[in-house]
C-alpha cells in the first residue's frame, strides 16, 4: 500500500484488549480485540441489525472482513453456516477464539481469492466494507492492516463484491449481497453501473452519525428479463393476463390505443418505448397506493438516469443536482431543462378474493414531436435502445418481493421521492386539489399537503383503475 511495514510491526506488538459488544438485539458478548484489528463500532451494529432482517431460514453467510467475528459469530449462534475471511492475520486468530459455538470458521483470504466451493454456494455475502478513501498522503496512513479495514484504494469494495459475486457457483439461486458502504458519489455510480450489468440495488438502512453517512444495501440477480414483445397492439396492458407473476414484461414496438391518467390518449411513435410491468401480486402490495406510485417513477426516473450514465442516488435522499430529469406527481417524468414532460406512468389494479395483480404501465418519449399542436419533448435522439432493461431492473429493485431481503423502508422511500421529484412538485389540475393546480409542500404519514391558491389541502390517496 505505498507504507513500510515498521508502523504495523510495531502496532501488532501492543497488548490486545477485551471488550463487551451489545449487539442490535442487545446481547452482550465478551470479544479479544488484538492491535490492528477493528473493533465493533455503531457500523457493525447497523449491518448486524440488517442481517437480522434477512428473511427466510438460516442458511450459509461469507462474511469479507470479518475482524473478530462479531458479526459473524452472532449469526452462526442463530443456525447460519458462516466463514469469516480477513486478510490480516491477528483477526483470524481473534475471531478463532472469539467464537464459542460451531458454524462458525475464519479463513485468512483475501476477497479477490475466494472460490467457489465444489456442490455449494452462499445465500449471504457480507461485507462492511471500507468506506474512507485512502490518503494520498502516506505519513497520514496507519499501518498496512489498520488501512485495510477502514480505507480502500484501487477498485471500489462495491466492484470487488460484484465481482466476486459474479463468479460461477458463488451465490445461490436467491443469494444476495448485504454491504454497508459510504454513499459517496462513487458508491452511488458503481451501484448505477451494478445495475447496467444486470443487478437488482436496494437499500436497508440509512443513518447519519455525527455527520458522517453509512448505507446497508443489498444487491442480487432479480426478475428474469423474459419480456413478450409484440409489433402492434392496442395496449400492452392486454398482454398481461391476471394470473402473469410480478416481474414479467410486456413491450409492444407500436401502441395504437394506449391511455393515460383519466383516460387521455397515450400516443406512440417509432422509437419510444410502451410497455408494461406487473409489479404485485397475486399477495397484495406491502406500499400504500401513494407509495405505489412513488417507488414506481422513481423507477422510471432512475432507469432513465443510469441508461444516461447520470449517476442517481441509491444510498441517501440526497437531491440529485446533476440529474437532467426529475418527477412531477404523481406519474410524470420532466427534462428539467425545458420543464417538460418526457415519460409517465399508469397503475392499474385487478383483484380476485383476498388476491391483488397491480400492473405498470410505462410511456418514455424516445424523440421530440408535436401532436395537437404542442412540442413533445424526447430523451434521445438516437433511440432508447437498452433503456427497457434498466427499467426492469429499477421495478425490481423497488418492488421485487426478494426471498431474502426485505422490503424498501417507506421512510425512506418517501425522503428519496421528495429529492427526486424537489425541482417540479407541482399537481396537475385534474389531481385531487379541487381542480386547482397545487405545489407539494411536503410529505406526512397522511398523504401529501398541497398549497393552492384558495387554502392547504391534504391528498391521502390516489385514484386506481380497478
Known sequence: ???EPEREVEISLGQSKEIIWTDSEGKKRTLVVP???YPPREDTNMLHESLMQIKGIPGRLLEIGTGTGAIGISMAE?????CGVDVNPLAIVAARGNHKTGNFVALEKNIEDIEAEENKSWDVIT???PYLECPSDNRSRLGPFEEAALSWEGEHPIRLLLKLGSKPGILSNQGCIIALVSPSHRTNRELGIAI???WSVRPIQTRCNGGERTTVIALWRGWEWDPIIKNSISSTMELLEQNTPAGKCAIAIEQTNGYGRNNSNWISLEGDITATWRICGPNPPKFSVQEMHMAASLAV???ICTWNNITPQFTTWSKEENSQYTIK??????SRAGNEKVAGILLHAESKGEKAWISCGVGVNGIDRKIDGNEIKGISKSGLEGLEIHLHRHFSSWFEEHQRIPIVDAKFLRKRWWSAASKTQIIGSKGKANDETGIISKISDSGLEIVTRSAIKQISELEMII
Do not use: L, Q, R
Open 196 to 198: 447496467s450489468e444486470g
Open 78 to 82: 442463530i443456525g447460519w453456516e458462516v
Open 127 to 129: 461485507w462492511n466494507t
Open 35 to 37: 492491535p490492528t484489528v
Open 301 to 303: 426516473h432512475g432507469a
Open 329 to 334: 406527481w404523481p406519474n410524470d417524468i420532466y
Open 1 to 3: 500500500m505505498g507504507i
